[in-house]
């Protein structure tokens, strides 16, 4: 009998420690109902809590661990990230008090919220109950307000991340209490302030990240006690608004290996110190207003794989020393003062990535470079490279990007490049390049690789006619031939380039009419084929144009491919190609390639077209620019044309048109420039939104009988009987000029807000996003 109560209590001991506390299961039943709860209308929930069940064991259930220290089991880890799915993290799909269950279970020490969708403040009492935690990561999601000051006392505390969140406030100095941990990941919030020097406390600190925040506080410094963290592996304060130098004290971070301080405002010198650490492998300084003392002679102590000082204000040759790093994959001097030639030595290195663009470099191009079995990316645009280039380009058989637009290099293309079977983008424009492969160009598709997404020929001297076998470019999104001396008519296969969205052939010397299958690209949403011989009508196949029919996606295909991609520390040089150069609202501009996706436009001015405007073209409602002037149009101005919601700028000047200009363009709310000038326009100029703005003569003048307000010429429905009298219209004409200035204001104010909204100052919106989901 004794024997069995023993047993029987060894059997209840045994059961019990196999359980889970009854109060902690609860904790974590409450938390899956509120969960369950909240993404119930969104359907936006990740994972599945089937294994939450009441008469299971939680130490068996799916995201949950347990520890049986000491008897007992308690709950020690648990994993809820992606609690919801990818397109809700952002989206404050769940309130940061779901969490409140959790803070009961005082056991754990693993806590992973990451990409959850959560949003609210840090629930400071909360995490005071968690004083075990060793492991907390709640990046990627939307908590807002400042690090409670109860996370810094977490002793234990070893890993925390609160990456791409929107935490503000200050990084309080508290924050040095955290004298265990490991792994400070803060980067992509709004802390402001100074990084404070009680960082320096963290000793045990491999990797403190602090990037893409807001420090600009009044010392916003890089403090010398940073020079303490003597464990420090990486160090990333890149994207802030740091000031002053980089501390000598960074010689003592003996173990460092990642230094990414890349786009703050530091300046002052290099310290030429750092290059004496031993395990330094990736410096990133892009955008910082640094300096190179030429004269300190760097025998560097380090192996690098990344060296990126793009924009750093970096002048004379290109430094010996790199010559030593023969692990070096990733350099980047883009944007510099460098002069010089390209060295030999460099050539042999093998380097897969190279970006030495907008210097003033000069000399040949050493063949030799392209026998490197590794080179990817060569950017060598905006310099003064000139010469052939190497026949052998062809052997560079990794070769993805390849920009050598705005040099001075001639002759021929070499054939070989047909054998770069890899390459993506090809820049030759601004040279003056001619001869026999590509000029000809019914051989550039046997010539170039299927996978080339963009070609940029722009301004050479290209000659020949556009061949048919240019549907072997299967994925080309982008074709800029611009102003070579492309002879011969549009093949009618163009239409095969499914993918293609961009296609500027402006200034070239093409005949015959414009094939109506070139409707048939779904993506088109930039076609200018101005400054052509082209004959014949506008066809009215022209209103399928899908591409300028629906607003362009903001994840545009063409640049979602990075070339950052390739840098070691996760870094994003600025790359840019040239801006694809087009007649915008009446003036020869660069649209910057970094948000090319903002523009839709269409351009056959200048050619000898003739027949009536399709009235199909009002279908075209993505349009921001339409540009047919100076051709033989003729017929009345489709009434259609109003529905061109986007429409900022139309220019239908140097046609033939005839009949009055519809009453519907008033509708246009963005419109501002409207030109009809030279035509043989008549009757009323309407009024009404935008059209009371459009008041420059000019717009208007050579034509056969226009009037109204803006050219103020009185029409003759305005002139009723009873305001013939003299005094009577002079005091009209009075009220409209009180009215222009009105007007005019108006236009400055609808100009000055396109300028706010980056419109013309366009800024390089893609890179943080493309961080983001690269980090992820
Ligand atoms: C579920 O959510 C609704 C609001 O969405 C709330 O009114 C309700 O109280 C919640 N129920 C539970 C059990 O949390
Ligand atoms: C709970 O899970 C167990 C086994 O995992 C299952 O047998 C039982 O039916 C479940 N209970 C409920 C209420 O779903
Ligand atoms: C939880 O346990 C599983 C299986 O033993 C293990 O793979 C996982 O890493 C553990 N998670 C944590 C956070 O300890
Ligand atoms: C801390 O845990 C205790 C139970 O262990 C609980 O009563 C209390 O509410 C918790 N505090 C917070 C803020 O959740
Ligand atoms: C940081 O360390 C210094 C000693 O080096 C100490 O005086 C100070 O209190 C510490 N600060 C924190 C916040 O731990
Ligand atoms: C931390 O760094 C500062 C500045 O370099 C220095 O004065 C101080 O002695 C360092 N503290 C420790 C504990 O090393
Ligand atoms: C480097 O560290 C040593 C002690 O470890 C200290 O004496 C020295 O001042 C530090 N140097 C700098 C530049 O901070
Ligand atoms: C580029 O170098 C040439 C000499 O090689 C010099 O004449 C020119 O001024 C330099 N341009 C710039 C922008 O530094
Ligand atoms: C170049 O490529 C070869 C193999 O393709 C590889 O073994 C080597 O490490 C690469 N070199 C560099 C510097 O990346
Ligand atoms: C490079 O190309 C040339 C021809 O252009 C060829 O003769 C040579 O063997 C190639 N070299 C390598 C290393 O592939
Ligand atoms: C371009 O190269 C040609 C020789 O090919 C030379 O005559 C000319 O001066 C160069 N132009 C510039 C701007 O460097
Ligand atoms: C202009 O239109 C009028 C009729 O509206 C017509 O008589 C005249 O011939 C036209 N002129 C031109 C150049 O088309």
Known sequence: ?????????????????????????????????????????????????????????????????????????????LDLYSLVVAPFWYSKVLSSTILTPLFHIRSLTHLDLSAS????????????????????????????????????????????????????????????????????????NSLGGNIPKEIGNMTKLQELNLGYNNFFGIENVIPLHIGNLSNVKDLIL????????????????????????????LTGEIPSVLFNIKGLKDITLNGNDLTWNKNAKIVPKCMLVGLSMNSCGISGEIPNWISTQKTLYFLDLG???????????????????????????????????????????????????????????????????LMLGRNNFSGKVPESISNNYNLMILDLSNNKLSGQTLPDFS???????????????????????????????????????HDNKITGELPDSLSQLSNLEILNLRNNSLQGSIPSSISNLRSLRILDLSRNHLIGEIPTMFGNLVGMIEKPNKSSSFLSFSIWANTPAGSFPSIRFNDLVVNWKRSIQGLSSHNLNLYTLLDLSMNQLYGEIPASLGTLKALKTLNISHNNIFGKVPTSLGDLVDIESLDLSHNKLWGSIPQSLGKLQQLTILDVSNNNLTGKIPIGGQMDTMINPNFYANNSGLCGMQIQVLCPEDLSPTNLPNNESK??????????????????????????????????????????????
């Not at 000399?363 to 079995?373: E, Y």
């Not at 009209?732 to 000029?737: H, P």
């Open 443 to 481: 051989e550039i598709p046997t010539n170039l690789s299927p996978v080339t997404r963009i070609l940029v020929l722009g301004k050479n001297k290209f000659f020949g006619s556009l061949s048919g076998n240019l549907i072997m470019l299967s994925r080309l999104e982008y074709l800029d031939i």
């Open 238 to 265: 890149s994207l802030n608004q740091l000031t002053g130098r980089i501390p000598s004290s960074i010689q003592n971070l003996t173990e460092l290996e990642t230094l990414n301080l890349e786009n703050n405002l």
């Open 335 to 401: 944007e510099n003062q460098l002069e010089g030639i390209f060295p030999q030595w460099l050539a042999e290195m093998k380097v897969t990535t190279i970006i030495l663009s907008g210097n003033n470099l000069t000399g040949f191009l050493p063949p030799l470079l392209f026998n490197s079995p590794n080179l990817s990316t060569l950017l060598l645009y905006q310099n003064n490279f000139y010469g052939e280039l190497p026949d052998n380009i062809g052997n560079a058989s990794e070769l993805r990007f």
């Open 117 to 188: 969708g959560i949003h609210g403040e840090l629930p400071g009492d909360g995490f005071a109950n968690l004083s075990k935690l060793v492991y907390l990561d709640m990046r990627s999601n939307d908590f807002n307000g400042p690090i409670p000051s109860q996370l810094f006392h977490l002793r234990y505390l070893e890993h925390l991340d609160i990456s791409f969140n929107s935490i503000r406030g200050i990084l309080s100095g508290e924050v040095g209490s955290l004298s265990s941990l490991r792994a400070l990941w803060l980067y992509g």
């Open 731 to 776: 005091e009209t004409w009075f009220r409209w000029e009180g009215l222009w200035i009105g007007y005019s204001v108006g236009f400055f104010v609808i100009v000055g807000s396109l300028y706010i909204n980056g419109y013309f100052v366009p800024v390089p919106s893609t890179r943080r996003h493309q961080q983001v989901w690269q980090w992820k």
């Open 1 to 77: 009998m004794a024997k069995l109560s023993v047993l029987l209590v060894l059997l209840f001991l045994f059961t019990s420690s196999l359980c889970c506390p009854e109060d902690q299961k609860q904790a974590l039943l409450q938390f899956k109902a509120s969960v369950i709860n909240a993404t119930a209308s969104s359907k936006s929930l990740g994972v599945t809590f089937e294994t939450w069940n009441f008469s299971s064991d939680c130490c068996n259930w799916d995201m949950v661990n347990c520890s049986s220290r000491f008897g007992a089991r308690t709950v020690i880890a």
